[in-house]
């Protein structure tokens, strides 16, 4: 029997087990918070949904989460023709749609704009750092969030995972993966066994195979004898018997989805592109999409800039505009741009009026929201806010229209339904539609 496992438990904000426990037993894998339920079974019971006519798309989303709530002014709507207190503190930059600007401090996503989306009429109800992730991470609103009441609704991360199963069928990578926390990012009463795989947590990390000391001495050692499981596993015809899941819990340890976790393997010229932190967190989502990852979210916070907004941008959006750019180029440059969308969202705008302090405050009647690739329609801006970056001026787009419009790239019918808590057969999206600029 081979065990990998993490010391300690921990648990989400959310309440959910984090999945931070794996372990292969007679080459079986089981999860934190599946009880008895493990891999197998669950890979298992996503191959019998695809029989009964359930197959999913192929298809993922990354959705970056400017966490703290990000200027709309300043990113994706500078309104330059709006009075002084009101316009971009930043500037613009023109883009490559003809007479499009956007933020100044993106000049090379403005030069990827062919495969964009900029959302100006994205707007929902809740100004709370809670009740706003809430709103925007599940698509309902529930202001006890912003009193640290924890979430009620699952999340988008967490409803693919249960559509699709906890992990893909044939590669056996999970199927929701997060990197860095978020308020309202677990599956509520949807079941912990559909929470997100924590990247950097300890389920990550015992991915990484341990054997005993007294067995091997060193790291040349420990591959050798993972090559002897192999090579004992193929001659003995071990392999062969085993049920085809049982094979994809083990391929998971010792084949290629363990790969996909492992930078070093990229070329250190594209990672130098990428960059540090925010961009090598972008390009280990790339390379889970690629073998199968359907939801991925990367927290990258510090956007509650209260006062002084200036210093605070001129050190953040540098570092979205290198790692959003180049992952959009290498997207369409591997010929992804179909099966990967970039989703681009905070929990709220910001106060269109600048403050005393030269900050902005807290402002959901506008809010920033972007999409790239996933093959839609893009190379466009949708919708319009009024004179002054207060409101829509036309075409509000709220939460639900933007799940829905997940839900189109990711092959899920607008009208699913599980059963809550309570044995209720209940809508993920009760009135949202896709944006149909996007969709056609």
């Known amino acids: 029997?081979?065990?990998?496992?993490?010391?300690?438990?921990?648990?989400?904000?959310?309440?959910?087990?984090?999945?931070?426990?794996?372990?292969?037993?007679?080459?079986?894998?089981?999860?934190?918070?599946?009880?008895?339920?493990?891999?197998?079974?669950?890979?298992?019971?996503?191959?019998?949904?695809?029989?009964?006519?359930?197959?999913?798309?192929?298809?993922?989303?990354?959705?970056?989460?400017?966490?703290?709530?990000?200027?709309?002014?300043?990113?994706?709507?500078?309104?330059?023709?709006?009075?002084?207190?009101?316009?971009?503190?930043?500037?613009?930059?023109?883009?490559?749609?003809?007479?499009?600007?956007?933020?100044?401090?993106?000049?090379?996503?403005?030069?990827?704009?062919?495969?964009?989306?900029?959302?100006?009429?994205?707007?929902h109800s809740n100004s709370g750092h809670g009740g706003g992730t809430h709103y925007v991470m599940t698509g309902y609103d529930y202001p006890p969030a912003d009193a640290n009441f924890p979430p009620v609704k699952p999340s988008l991360g967490s409803i693919v995972s249960r559509y699709r199963g906890a992990s893909h069928p044939v590669t056996g990578i999970p199927t929701y993966v997060r990197m860095n926390g978020i308020y309202g990012d677990g599956a509520a009463w949807l079941g912990a066994s559909n929470g997100p795989f924590d990247s950097g947590g300890e389920a990550r990390q015992n991915m990484n195979v341990q054997v005993q000391v007294d067995?091997?001495?060193?790291?040349?050692?420990?591959?050798?004898?993972?090559?002897?499981?192999?090579?004992?596993?193929?001659?003995?015809?071990?392999?062969?018997?085993?049920?085809?899941?049982?094979?994809?819990?083990?391929?998971?340890?010792?084949?290629?989805?363990?790969?996909?976790?492992?930078?070093?393997?990229?070329?250190?010229?594209?990672?130098?592109?990428?960059?540090?932190?925010?961009?090598?967190?972008?390009?280990?989502?790339?390379?889970?999409?690629?073998?199968?990852?359907?939801?991925?979210?990367?927290?990258?916070?510090?956007?509650?800039?209260?006062?002084?907004?200036?210093?605070?941008?001129?050190?953040l959006c540098p570092q979205v505009d290198q790692a959003v750019s180049t992952f959009v180029d290498d997207v369409v440059q591997r010929g992804l741009d179909k099966q990967i969308l970039l989703v681009i969202s905070g929990e709220f705008g910001r106060t269109p009026r600048i403050n005393p302090s030269a900050g902005r405050d807290h402002w959901a009647p506008l809010s920033t929201l972007a999409f790239a690739c996933g093959g839609l329609h893009n190379g466009q801006v949708i919708g319009e806010s009024n004179a002054k970056v207060e409101v829509p001026a036309s075409h509000p787009i709220g939460p639900q229209d933007m799940m829905a419009t997940i839900?189109?790239?990711?092959?899920?019918?607008?009208?699913?339904?599980?059963?809550?808590?309570?044995?209720?057969?209940?809508?993920?999206?009760?009135?949202g539609k896709p944006i149909r600029e996007l969709v056609g």
Request: net charge positive; with cysteine; charged share 25%.
């Open 1 to 123: 029997m081979l065990d990998l496992f993490g010391r300690k438990s921990s648990r989400t904000c959310d309440g959910a087990s984090r999945r931070n426990f794996l372990k292969i037993g007679t080459l079986g894998l089981g999860a934190s918070g599946l009880g008895a339920l493990g891999l197998p079974d669950l890979l298992r019971a996503r191959a019998a949904a695809n029989e009964q006519g359930q197959a999913t798309k192929d298809t993922s989303v990354v959705w970056l989460w400017l966490g703290g709530g990000p200027t709309h002014v300043e990113t994706f709507d500078p309104k330059m023709t709006a009075p002084a207190e009101y316009r971009s503190m930043v500037g613009e930059v023109s883009t490559t749609l003809p007479g499009v600007t956007i933020g100044g401090l993106f000049p090379k996503i403005a030069q990827l704009s062919n495969h964009m989306s900029y959302v100006r009429s994205f707007a």
């Open 215 to 315: 067995r091997i001495g060193d790291r040349r050692g420990l591959l050798q004898g993972l090559d002897r499981i192999n090579r004992d596993a193929d001659r003995t015809g071990l392999m062969k018997g085993l049920d085809s899941f049982e094979g994809q819990a083990f391929d998971l340890v010792l084949g290629r989805s363990k790969d996909a976790f492992d930078l070093n393997r990229e070329d250190p010229r594209l990672r130098a592109k990428y960059g540090g932190g925010l961009g090598e967190q972008m390009l280990l989502a790339r390379r889970l999409c690629e073998v199968g990852t359907g939801f991925v979210t990367i927290h990258f916070g510090g956007w509650d800039m209260h006062a002084q907004i200036v210093p605070g941008l001129k050190s």
């Open 407 to 431: 839900f189109h790239t990711l092959g899920i019918d607008r009208d699913l339904h599980y059963y809550d808590q309570s044995g209720r057969p209940t809508p993920m999206i009760e009135r």
